[in-house]
């Protein structure tokens, strides 16, 4: 049965998301009429993972464009590029989320001659051509990785990068996705991926759907597990990739590269290169969300730390280029030197 798309829509006045806080216990819709419910779903990570955030707020600022009643251009413009300031500031980290605003934004550049109509019809249509390509482009991204992904291998993966992070069959999810549909008898040990548990909620309830052979490990198991030869290799996602190669993703993500490079196990990411951003040259100007203590003292809305216990909850890291052995794009593997191999990826077409 194939996975539940994380949103949907019907018509221009309503679009769903599948609230992702309750998987895999109930599979419920949020109903969402306005921009700022799709940023609070975005916030509260109802959807989350970085191209399903892209995509959400492409559709949350066409269906908020829809209720501008104006017939001048100009005064629908300044609304409109309001509304991009507030939705930009969502969730800090994932890049997709500039990049798809920029998208919608370029709609009304492109187009200086359009009325008011036409400009939210052509706001619509980008929604939909994000969310189209989001699918074809984690197609390509499985093809090309599938390769490293040999019969037999035991594959580690981390946090949620499948049908519900992307609205495809997922980017390093979709590697394994392609290996495993093509015949290749592979096993993959699924990270919990605390404090939200993205991997034992949501990743290994998209591998048991798909019938992949899978295991659910604890995070600081992953040495013990390399160590004794358990991993063959390491495939990730990403939420936004410097100039040079280094890659933010899910926070651990860098212990698990770490790690791998000590155990010499090959380490790759995979990501659209709408998770590249060329305006940031290293990591450490990559933001970092920090968010609430709660995720980290509290399990399920229950306290589990002592009163008083303060946390700190980093969401994301950065794994330096050098632990990265390549970077599985829809255009082919960016190898090293990382930052060259992007850039000739760029401009190549698939
Ligand atoms: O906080 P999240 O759940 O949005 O974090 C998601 C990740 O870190 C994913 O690995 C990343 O966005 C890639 S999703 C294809």
Known sequence: MPIKPPIYWN????????????????????????????V??????????APAIGLAIAVGVALEAQKI??????????????MCKNASEARPTAVNLIWAIERMR?????????????L?????????????ENIELDMAIGRHGQDLVKDGMNVLTYCNTGTLATGGCGTALGIIRTAWKRGKR?????????????GSRLTAWELLNDNVPMTLVTDNSVGY???????????????RIATNGDTANKVGTYTLAVLAKENGIPFYVAAPLSTFDPAIKKGSNIPIEVRDDKEVTHLNGKKIAPVGVRAYNPAFDVTPGKYIWGIVTENGIAKKPLGRSLKRLLTRTR
Not at 40 to 49: D, V
Not at 69 to 82: A, G, R
Not at 225 to 239: F, R, Y
């Open 11 to 38: 018509t221009t006045a309503e679009i769903f998301i599948l609230d992702q806080r309750k998987l895999p216990r109930k599979e419920q819709y949020l109903a969402c009429r306005s921009l700022r419910q799709v």
């Open 40 to 49: 609070n779903a975005i916030k509260k990570l109802a959807i989350r993972g």
């Open 69 to 82: 009643e104006v017939d001048d251009v100009q005064v629908f413009v300044k609304k409109f590029e309001k």
């Open 106 to 118: 370029a709609v009304i550049i492109e187009n200086p001659g359009a009325d008011v109509d036409r």
């Open 120 to 132: 939210k019809k052509n706001l619509w249509k980008m929604a939909e051509k994000i969310r189209d």
């Open 186 to 198: 592979i096993h993959v040990y699924v990270c919990e991926t605390r404090p939200l548990l993205q």
């Open 225 to 239: 597990l390399m160590e004794t030869k358990k991993i063959d290799i390491v495939i990730v996602g990403a939420d």
